[in-house]
């Protein structure tokens, strides 16, 4: 069966689901078409990485046809609904692992992707679920969350672990620069810093030089070179705590809902690396971690004493890496890879 990936970049649960289909069927079956740079992973093959542009979608089809399954990572949808016109006899897995119209921007052609009958819908979060089916009321919305994969739980945890907390992932230098506020760290990681926490941050190429600019303004908050999807585990594994929470200070309100509503790597990838977690107002898988593998609190003045007591939790690892895996979601995956395949002639 031969795949094709299909997103704006190669991240986050476009990694783990990319390494779990070439677990299921072989990685020289899975092909990788990208609109941004991609990152180097380990094991990824350079000769299985494609570009593509917005101006030159033709081209794009006609390679994607000759695909069994055409598997679309998406925000807005208007990538999806060009394909589902260009390709009207095949059927799309769309994963949604954003949701553009839930952060108040227009997404105009998300009813009608939604409604197809040739899009195959995956979510990320349950809420997300919730909040898209009355837009296809009639169809099955699958979900696969960001947990991580069994090969990630196997990462040997060190005797010793650097003190502190660490960070990885999306930063902004400014709450009210762009459309992710809700990442701007600067009050909570000041709290912690003030208190003689480190913090160590290993952000994203987006926007790197502006973010590290500000950051370094910050005394305790050490900035590293950003890190490959595919290593943040082993990285995590090294440090006490890892941060998870959203900035809701100067935010547009909507967008800050949007992220409290998801579920990010970030909730999870601490229980392959057995790293408890420090979170502020971290959304909805608080309500899974919280008291469990990690400690919440809505104040920024509480995160010092929520650090030393995180620090005490003693989680069952074991247990956890059991329940938040991705493999358990193989059947799920496999059915839509089979329905996707079965509309090719």
Same mark, same amino acid.
């Given at each position: 069966m031969k795949i094709a990936l299909v997103a704006?970049?190669?991240?986050? &649960? %476009?990694? =783990?689901?990319?390494?779990l289909a070439s677990k299921l069927y072989g990685s020289a079956a899975v092909n990788l078409f990208m609109l941004n740079p991609i990152q180097v992973q380990t094991?990824?093959?350079?000769?299985?990485?494609?570009?593509?542009?917005?101006?030159?979608?033709?081209?794009?089809?006609?390679?994607?046809?000759?695909?069994?399954?055409?598997?679309?990572?998406?925000?807005?949808?208007?990538?999806?609904?060009?394909?589902?016109?260009?390709?009207?006899?095949r059927r799309i897995v769309v994963h949604r692992h954003d949701i553009s119209s839930l952060r108040g921007i227009d997404?105009?052609?998300?009813?009608?992707?939604?409604?197809?009958?040739?899009?195959?819908?995956?979510?990320?979060?349950?809420?997300?679920?919730?909040?898209?089916q009355p837009l296809c009321p009639n169809k099955r919305i699958d979900f696969i969350p960001n947990y991580p994969l069994s090969s990630e739980c196997d990462t040997k945890t060190p005797a &010793? %672990?650097? =003190?502190?907390?660490?960070?990885?992932?999306?930063?902004?230098?400014d709450p009210g620069s762009t459309g992710t506020g809700y990442r701007f760290y600067w009050p909570q990681w000041s709290a912690l810093c003030e208190a003689g926490i480190d913090v160590h941050v290993y952000p994203k190429r987006a926007r790197l030089e502006e973010t590290s600019r500000v950051y370094r303004l910050l005394p305790g908050c050490i900035l590293h070179p950003p890190v490959a999807a595919d290593e943040i585990v082993s990285v995590l594994a090294g440090y006490e705590l890892?941060?998870?929470?959203?900035?809701?200070?100067?935010?547009?309100?909507?967008?800050?809902?949007?992220?409290?509503?998801?579920?990010?790597?970030?909730?999870?990838d601490p229980v392959a690396a057995c790293t408890p977690l420090l979170g502020y107002r971290a959304g909805s898988t608080a309500a899974l971690w919280h008291g469990v593998w990690g400690l919440q609190v809505e104040r920024e003045c509480?995160?010092?004493?929520?650090?030393?007591?995180?620090?005490?939790?003693?989680?069952?690892?074991?247990?956890?890496?059991a329940k938040y895996t991705l493999d358990q979601f193989i059947p799920t995956l496999n059915a839509l890879y089979q329905a996707s395949a079965d509309s090719l002639h």
């Open positions: 704006n970049d190669f991240s986050a &649960s %476009r990694v =783990k689901i990319w390494r094991g990824l093959d350079t000769a299985r990485c494609h570009r593509w542009t917005r101006n030159n979608l033709d081209q794009l089809v006609r390679e994607l046809r000759s695909y069994h399954v055409i598997h679309v990572f998406c925000d807005a949808t208007d990538l999806a609904a060009k394909l589902l016109q260009l390709i009207p006899d997404d105009p052609t998300e009813p009608w992707v939604m409604a197809h009958p040739n899009s195959l819908i995956v979510v990320t979060s349950p809420e997300h679920e919730r909040w898209l &010793s %672990r650097i =003190k502190g907390v660490v960070y990885y992932g999306g930063l902004v230098g890892s941060f998870i929470g959203y900035n809701d200070r100067g935010v547009d309100p909507i967008k800050h809902d949007y992220a409290m509503s998801c579920w990010p790597n970030k909730a999870f509480d995160l010092v004493d929520a650090y030393h007591a995180a620090r005490q939790l003693k989680p069952d690892w074991a247990a956890l890496r």
